[in-house]
């Protein structure tokens, strides 16, 4: 029996057909004949491209930040006599008549009112409104110019006719060309073609009204699916590229331009097939599993008794029509005649609309098209329809999880998760514990289903993994509100592997960004840490008390002293990844933008140090048992008030820390089990520095220290401690000047290396080396072209023996990173910020920092 796959159209929307695709290849189910239309053509030809197309659809559905990266605007919209009025039109137009709120600002509201006052709340599907039909394939003829016309208060009315009547569309899909054109590999699809393999995508000629398809050899067909098509000038076979017959079928009337190809221009199959079942029929496709990206009914839509005439053409031609056309396409399968069996895969609660591109939508539907597929493919005998319940809640909390993250985060957000304002400050908590609870309510649904029978993803760390649904957040765009030049960033690996970078960002939050291998899709962030913050660019500390656990330490905007703990083992399968929320240690006090810096001598111990406000310096100490206890004084020596006091462990239960005094000379003390105290304070062998400038230390091996300052003369000299020798240097590492005061970041990525970097009074990024086989320290090299203020701060970890990753503060205000890999060689800068795109509709999205 031939098994065959048909694609219907759907704009954004596509991304449920990529979820059940996955689905059916999870369960063998692989066809030999793929037909499409629109969206579902952009997804037919990596799947055209055999087993190699689908992890790569995947990451390019992944990929998506925004509907900037799906279409973009004509030049002639751009016209600033006639911006405003086409842009509020084509909203109506395209996402008036599309778009939905699954949650209002006020169901969003009570949604977490449930959930914080009754525990984990049973919740049904939300009743939702919104298009149910694919992209608006009928706003053909003078429909848009009716609409033009109907719907705005024109004040420029002849030159936007004049305009209208010279202009092909709206927007262009120039954005899907690029991806496509980097993404699909001709090769690969005609391999596949010559195995005997069939591929349709649908278009329409507008000069000659016809239905045809491009094929997997790149001819154009009739309807039949078989007859070639012929240029009528020529008499020639006509021929496409797959990426041109991709769009062509891809073209929404009025909305996109239509692609030319020999003697006519195509649009959008949907136009005559918007389920491309008949040519599948046609070609031998027996079983066949037909993939919609919309919901089977019209929603319902009480405020049509009172509508005006641009509704009721909208409502009647792009919702009620076009949803009979799909239907008739889909359900008229007792015409196939018995041998054809169709098996429809369907979304029967929508998610976002087909304009929308927002990466947490994106994933959301993906998973849910898997499960709407599994439903079809494995039902759980006895209890399908509380496995489908399931999945659509899932699909629907994942929605509300996503719109109260994104507004806990304050973040830039499509129309479609657009949530006025943010909540007061007092009711953050709140949210982020009903985020909490709405997420162990998906997790027990999950497990509902699964005890039901019904199929689930697998559990492989991939997007598909159900497990990503309550452990981690959403996913957002890589948003990262602007921190201030000679802003620090931290950077820990708390596991093999794992990176973390932190920032206090200019609307004082506290911000998280994550990277592992599993991470496919790149760094995930920003986030919160908890609720809490700091003075934008104030310095964050910290150290990992054991694998996997990470404590910071900050000075929160009241001058109080905090810290917060993230511990893998906090989430395991029983609940969301999380922090603990920011407590004050102690009654401990320090000036704005102190550093509180932080070593553990043994797992679980944590020591923090600070110079308190009046200039002392102060430690306190964390253990399992006792919790914080302290602040208590070193000793009495003087620096500056906030200058850091940096810390090392060079072996078990033992502490040393440098700092320089309020006379530049830079100081040690030491601590071990076997003292009664902290030891003197003692001159490191008359090294000087700018008074409270920071010596940073690091020990390359046990009882082993280096350190690092740049002196009074902008040169950096290092000095080390060995147990035979004791203190020896300074010595100068010939090379670059860095202005007073500028941080030396060191980092020992294996036994015996040291790797040392500070960005000069040029504002490069310097690097130097250090290994036994050396004479001496290498010379001082460029990291790439990275820049940053001179002075800035660099951030430098070691993630694996052999590696290492360096973070800034960029002359942009946005954090960069770049990584030495097993090749020997750099690799960067990237910036750690998602650069979007317009939003080609909204010109209200937010693109900048987002407000309280």
């Known amino acids: 029996m031939a098994i065959a796959l048909a694609l219907s159209g759907g704009g954004a929307k596509g991304d449920f057909e990529v979820g059940a695709v996955r689905c059916l290849n999870d369960f063998n189910i692989v066809p030999s004949i793929v037909s499409s239309t629109s969206v579902g053509s952009v997804n037919a030809l990596k799947v055209a491209e055999g087993p190699q197309g689908l992890p790569g659809l995947e990451a390019v559905w992944l990929s998506l930040m925004g509907s900037g990266d799906m279409f973009a605007r004509e030049a002639w919209t751009m016209d600033p006599d006639l911006e405003d009025t086409v842009l509020k039109v084509a909203t109506q137009l395209v996402v008036s008549s599309v778009s939905f709120p699954l949650l209002s600002d006020v169901e969003a509201l009570n949604l977490l009112e449930r959930t914080i006052t009754n525990s984990i709340p049973v919740i049904g599907v939300i009743d939702i409104g919104g298009y149910e039909g694919t992209a608006a394939a009928a706003t053909t003829g003078l429909l848009p110019i009716v609409g033009f016309l109907v719907a705005a208060q024109i004040h420029n009315l002849e030159k936007l006719v004049k305009s209208l009547g010279e202009a092909r569309a709206i927007f262009n899909l120039d954005p899907t060309r690029d991806l496509a054109r980097a993404n699909i590999s001709p090769q690969a699809i005609a391999a596949w073609g010559a195995q005997g393999n069939r591929l349709r995508l649908a278009m329409v000629g507008l000069g000659t009204g016809k239905l045809r398809y491009l094929t997997e050899t790149g001819s154009i067909v009739e309807r039949d699916g078989l007859t070639p098509a012929h240029d009528r000038e020529t008499g020639f076979e006509i ?98 005649g018995p041998r054809v069996v169709v098996t429809v895969i369907q979304p029967r609660v929508e998610i976002h609309n087909t304009f929308t591109i927002y990466p947490a939508l994106v994933r959301n539907r993906m998973a849910y098209g898997y499960l709407c597929a599994a439903d079809v493919v494995k039902p759980a005998t006895g209890n399908e329809g509380r496995c489908q319940e399931i999945a659509d809640q899932i699909a629907v909390l994942r929605y509300g999880i996503a719109r109260l993250e994104a507004w806990y985060e304050g973040r830039p957000i499509p129309p479609s998760l657009t949530v006025i304002g943010r909540p007061p400050l007092g009711l953050i908590g709140d949210v982020r514990d009903g985020i909490y609870r709405l997420k162990l309510r998906v997790r027990a649904l999950a497990r509902e289903r699964e005890q039901l029978g019904g199929a689930m993803p697998p559990q492989d760390g991939s997007w598909t993994d159900p497990r990503r649904w309550w452990q981690g957040w959403e996913r957002h765009p890589l948003y990262q509100s602007s921190a201030p030049q000679h802003g620090e960033v931290f950077a820990i690996s708390n596991a093999p592997n794992h990176l973390d970078v932190f920032i206090a960002a200019s609307d004082q939050r506290i911000l998280q960004a994550t990277w592992t291998p599993e991470s496919r899709e790149g760094w995930e962030g920003w986030y919160q840490v908890a609720d809490g913050g700091s003075q934008p660019g104030s310095p964050i500390f910290g150290a990992s008390r054991h694998d996997g656990s990470t404590d910071l330490m900050i000075v929160g905007t009241d001058g109080a002293i905090y810290s917060a703990q993230w511990d893998r083992q906090f989430q395991s399968d029983d609940g969301w990844h999380g922090w603990h929320k920011w407590s004050p240690v102690l009654s401990g006090r320090a000036s704005q933008h102190a550093a509180v810096t932080a070593a553990s001598r043994r797992p679980e111990f944590l020591d923090a140090f600070v110079a308190g406000t009046d200039g002392r310096i102060y430690t306190a100490g964390f253990d399992p048992q006792r919790k914080w206890t302290g602040w208590r004084p070193v000793s009495s020596l003087l620096t500056k008030p906030g200058a850091p006091v940096h810390a090392v462990s060079r072996k078990r239960d033992n502490l040393d820390i440098l700092v320089t005094d309020l006379v530049g000379v830079i100081q040690w003390s030491h601590w071990d089990p076997s003292l009664p105290d902290w030891t003197a304070w003692t001159s490191v062998i008359g090294g000087g520095a700018s008074p409270g400038a920071p010596v940073t230390a690091v020990s390359r091996a046990a009882d082993f220290i280096d350190v690092f300052v740049v002196g009074k003369d902008g040169h950096i000299y290092t000095a080390a401690m060995d147990p035979v020798n004791g203190w020896r240097g300074w010595w100068p590492i010939a090379g670059p000047t860095a202005p007073q005061g500028s941080t030396v970041s060191a980092i020992s990525r294996a036994a015996d290396q040291l790797d040392i970097f500070v960005t000069d009074d040029g504002g490069n990024i310097q690097w130097s080396h250090w290994d036994p086989t050396r004479p001496g320290w290498a010379p001082w090299l460029p990291v790439l072209n990275g820049r940053a203020a001179p002075g800035t701060t660099i951030a430098a970890t070691s993630r694996a023996p052999g590696l290492m990753d360096l973070f800034m503060v960029g002359l942009d205000g946005k954090v960069w990173s770049a990584a030495f890999g097993a090749n020997m060689q750099w690799a960067g800068w990237w910036r750690l910020h998602a650069d979007l795109k317009p939003n080609p509709i909204d010109t209200t999205q937010i693109v900048g920092d987002a407000p309280f």
């Not at 037909?290 to 509704?311: G, N, W, Y």
Request: net charge negative; charged share 20%; with cysteine.
């Open 239 to 336: 021929r496409s590229t797959y990426l041109t017959g991709m769009l062509a079928s891809s073209s929404i009337p009025a909305i996109f331009p239509p692609v030319v190809i020999a003697d006519d221009a195509y649009v959008d199959g949907g136009i005559r097939e918007v389920m491309p079942l008949e040519v599948t029929v046609l070609l031998g496709g027996q079983q066949i599993f037909a993939i919609h990206c919309s919901t089977r009914e019209v929603d319902f839509r009480p405020q049509m008794k009172d509508a005006k005439l641009l509704d009721i053409l909208l409502r009647s031609l792009m919702d009620i029509t076009i949803n009979e056309v799909a239907f008739s396409d889909t359900f008229r399968t007792g015409s196939w």
